[in-house]
């Protein structure tokens, strides 16, 4: 359902602008995963530990960066075109571009000049092995931060496409080039060590020592790629603007208000940025707390009791990695993989709090407790949905899936750490529109109070959890497990006291809950009896295809979804009709 405005303004519906999001997230999932699971075969595990380290250190720049400007320009775009105030959102784009350009600066300097000195810190045996990967990923923070500058802007008009295209854009710029680069660097080093029996000018005493030679710079290669992608996405991104606009047209400014001081606007968006980003900011070090402790603690293990690491990975661990002192760069790129994996789940629902934040915020500023009460439950309802079957899922089947993707990088150890991942993304996936229904609602602070909690807690448990030599890897992911646990249920406790609303929790959660355990239980059974006549991929596909329509027919039979609902899709009316028709919805 689109909306039509005065002046030819598109606005989408919450979740049509959501369903925009979905359908690009899924494709930047899909290209991500052509991306991501083949290069975790090119780079193998320790490669994998170097990438994963790279992005440890990027993501709270990154969010630093772009994460709390966004929501700040969404939330008041919104705010002043409910309000017909189209001068102050056109003074909000101008204040943004100023303001993205020192960030972007800032956060590319931080990272290309403090680099050395935290691997140094981190990573005591060879630290140069990292460097070469996080170079490479610096301009990405500088050009993503460009990009933010349209999309929160047009997010606030609710307008999704040119977040929607520009997402696969970097998502094809990141297969395209960085499974070649990747490929293409290791294949020109081991013809190099064939030939000379050096990698890049440094002798290598066999094949298997040369190969892991060159994975710090085909690591680079690939993580390049994303740098690539943030430049194309942004030049996407303004060309678009330079040609279509944002909808407000001569008439609606003639008639808007006077607007705003420029000092005024850039004041207004840092408040309410400034939380935002140190939320986003905890978030993503969550990512580094993980690189930081894995690597340190497991590096600890290896000097105290390295017998108990060296037998329970015995099958896993190669001679070369031994000696070459990276087992926590093989055990970091393990969890890695199966990291990739948790990630999924929070990214389909990120697209519900981008698209929720500007529904919300126009309920909220309308003073319209009924409006605000489904907006609410409208999100909740499709986030339980589908976070609640894909943690359960992720867990029960944990180990064929990391069979399936990961058939060559150690998926027995991927399956482990997942077992307790896959239960913890449930959990990061809900907290993350429930934090943004916050933000909506003026409450930017609580997400960051909340996540701070949370970090502190996370940080404790993999300090203690992983320097036990037998839960070692598997304490990073016991702590991300709580760390959400906590953050969800009381953001969700805050989101009801401070809009003074009741949302139906239980009819809410309870459905999805029975739904996925009925159907995620039928599909661990179909895979248990299938592997006997299906050996490895056919018989874990059956499972998952088995219980995803298991998992249809039940959220079906239970009417979990209602016409509220379904009437924000696009063509919703003939959706709900067919539906209504054999009473699937309530």
Not at 444 to 471: A, E, Q, S
Not at 503 to 508: E, F, Q, S, T
Request: contains cysteine; charged residues 15%.
């Amino acid at each position: 359902m689109v909306r039509r405005k005065k002046g030819g303004m598109r606005r989408q519906s919450f979740l049509h602008g959501a369903l925009i999001l979905m359908i690009a997230i899924a494709l930047e999932k899909v290209i991500g995963a052509l991306f991501k699971i083949p290069l975790a075969w090119i780079l193998t595990t320790v490669g994998s530990g170097y990438f994963g380290f790279a992005y440890s250190i990027y993501a709270p720049l990154f969010s630093l960066a772009t994460a709390g400007f966004p929501i700040a320009i969404s939330r008041l775009v919104s705010e002043n075109t409910v309000r017909g105030r189209y001068r102050d959102i056109r003074q909000i784009h101008r204040a943004s571009v100023r303001i993205f350009l020192t960030l972007g600066i800032a956060a590319f300097s931080i990272m290309v000049f403090g680099a050395r000195p935290y691997v140094t810190s981190v990573e005591s045996s060879s630290p140069e092995n990292f460097l070469p990967a996080i170079y490479a990923l610096a301009p990405a923070v500088f050009f993503t931060s460009m990009m933010s500058i349209y999309r929160g802007y047009y997010e606030g008009l609710r307008n999704m496409y040119p977040t929607a295209i520009s997402e696969v854009i970097e998502a094809l710029c990141r297969l395209i080039f960085g499974l070649a680069a990747a490929s293409l660097i290791i294949r020109r080093g081991m013809d190099e060590y064939a030939s000379s029996g050096t990698v890049f000018g440094a002798k290598a005493s066999s094949a298997a020592y040369a190969k892991l030679a060159t994975l710090p710079y085909a690591a680079a290669g690939a993580i390049f790629s994303v740098t690539l992608g943030g430049l194309f996405g942004f030049l996407f991104l303004f060309f678009y603007h330079k040609k279509n606009g944002d909808g407000i047209t001569e008439e609606m400014l003639r008639y808007a208000p006077r607007p705003a001081p420029g000092r005024v606007i850039t004041s207004r968006l840092v408040r309410t940025a400034i939380p935002i980003a140190l939320g986003s900011l905890a978030v993503n070090l969550s990512t580094l707390v993980d690189s930081t402790f894995l690597k340190m603690r497991i590096g600890d293990i290896m000097q105290t009791h390295p017998e108990v690491l060296l037998k329970m990975y015995q099958k896993d661990l190669t001679t070369e990695i031994v000696r070459l002192k990276l087992v926590p760069s093989f055990l970091f790129g393990c969890f890695t993989n199966a990291n990739n994996l948790f990630m999924l789940v929070p990214a389909l629902t990120q697209a519900f709090g981008i698209s929720a934040l500007p529904s919300v915020t126009a309920a909220w500023a309308e003073g319209n407790p009924k409006k605000l009460r489904y907006s609410i439950e409208s999100v909740l309802r499709i986030v339980a949905l589908i976070t609640i079957p894909c943690g359960l899922g992720l867990s029960v089947m944990s180990q064929p899936i990391a069979a399936l993707i990961y058939p060559h990088n150690n998926p027995e150890i991927v399956g482990r750490i997942l077992s307790i991942l896959g239960i913890a993304s449930a959990f990061a996936a809900t907290s993350t529109p429930i934090n943004s229904m916050l933000q909506a609602v003026g409450r930017m602070d609580l997400p960051v109070k909340l996540m701070v909690v949370g970090l502190v807690v996370k940080v404790v448990l993999n300090y203690t959890l992983v320097g036990i030599p037998r839960i070692n890897v598997l304490g990073a992911g016991a702590g991300t497990l709580l760390c959400y646990l906590i953050i969800t249920v009381f953001a969700l406790f805050f989101l009801c006291r401070i809009t003074k609303t009741s949302p139906r929790l239980l009819p809410i959660f309870l459905k999805p809950a029975l739904a996925s355990a009925l159907s995620v239980g039928a599909g661990w059974l179909i895979w248990k009896a299938a592997a006997r006549f299906l050996h490895g991929a056919p018989a874990t596909c059956l499972a998952i295809l088995a219980t995803a329509v298991l998992y249809v027919v039940c959220i079906l039979w239970f009417r979990a979804l209602s016409r509220h609902d379904i009437l924000m899709l696009p063509h919703g009316e003939k959706i709900a009709k067919i539906l209504e028709k054999h009473n699937w919805i309530r």
